[in-house]
């Protein structure tokens, strides 16, 4: 079965300090990946999708970058944190066609808090 | 350009009554996908199901019941005596082929269930 693996659970960063999230596929090849934010209270944002190694397509202009240096692996990364960085980071995948599975499934995400 | 509205941003209710929550959503694409997911305090995403645009046919899972309405655009969900349990953030989400199979997101509805 598939399995999707995130880390770490929960994160606090100074500001200007860089990130590196990880995440991680099991049991499919040639994953769609995305990672999403939450902020504090709100809706969830796609930051960054991709459909294949070394194939990134970003959402939204910020301070942050994605990385697929395997298949089955998307790493989200920032050179220096700021405060708006803040926020809840969660990883999904889902098939391709995306829509064969029944859906997308989520890791279990990664609180940041940059102090 | 997709969009989902949860115009609902909190409802509160009391154990063992039943609640609806609203999703409209809008698309030019023909063919397209709902979804709900929970999202309990812990913060994974949980789903719970899955709709294509081509199948109107409502949908009863225990409790839970969903209301799919192509001519009004909305994919209600109902929750039939509410239980403490159901306390948890529900996200509405819309994805199609021609939209790069990413999924968008309502801004939640915050469910409390009281005892």
């Known amino acids: 079965s598939q399995t999707i693996h995130q880390w770490p659970a929960t994160l606090v960063q100074p500001v200007g300090s860089p990130l590196s999230l990880e995440c991680t596929v099991e049991?499919?090849?040639?994953?769609?990946l995305y990672w999403y934010r939450q902020a504090a209270g709100r809706g969830l944002q796609l930051l960054f999708y991709?459909?294949?190694?070394?194939?990134i397509s970003s959402e939204v202009p910020q301070n942050l970058s994605a990385s697929r240096p395997q298949d089955r692996q998307f790493i989200l990364s920032s050179k220096k944190l700021l405060l708006s960085d803040s926020g809840f980071y969660l990883c999904?995948?889902?098939?391709?066609?995306?829509?064969?599975?029944?859906?997308?499934?989520f890791g279990s995400g990664t609180r940041l808090t940059v102090v | 350009a997709q969009k989902v509205t949860q115009a609902q941003t909190e409802i509160s209710v009391v154990e063992k009554e039943d609640v609806t929550l609203d999703c409209v959503y809008e698309?030019?694409?023909?063919?397209?996908?709902l979804f709900w997911y929970k999202q309990p305090p812990s913060g994974e995403l949980v789903f719970l199901i899955r709709?294509?645009?081509?199948?109107?046919q409502n949908e009863i899972s225990g409790r839970y019941s969903w209301n799919f309405q192509k001519s009004t655009s909305s994919f209600n969900f109902t929750i039939t005596a509410s239980q403490v349990v159901d306390s948890a953030v529900y996200f509405c989400?819309?994805?199609?082929?021609?939209?790069?199979?990413?999924?968008?997101f309502g801004g939640g509805t915050r469910l409390m269930v009281k005892p």
């Open positions: 999904a995948w889902s098939g391709f066609p995306p829509l064969a599975n029944y859906g997308y499934t």
């Open positions: 049991g499919t090849s040639n994953p769609n």
């Open positions: 991709s459909v294949g190694i070394g194939q």
């Open positions: 698309t030019r694409d023909t063919t397209y996908y």
């Open positions: 709709r294509n645009s081509f199948d109107e």
């Open positions: 989400a819309l994805s199609s082929n021609n939209a790069g199979n990413m999924l968008t």
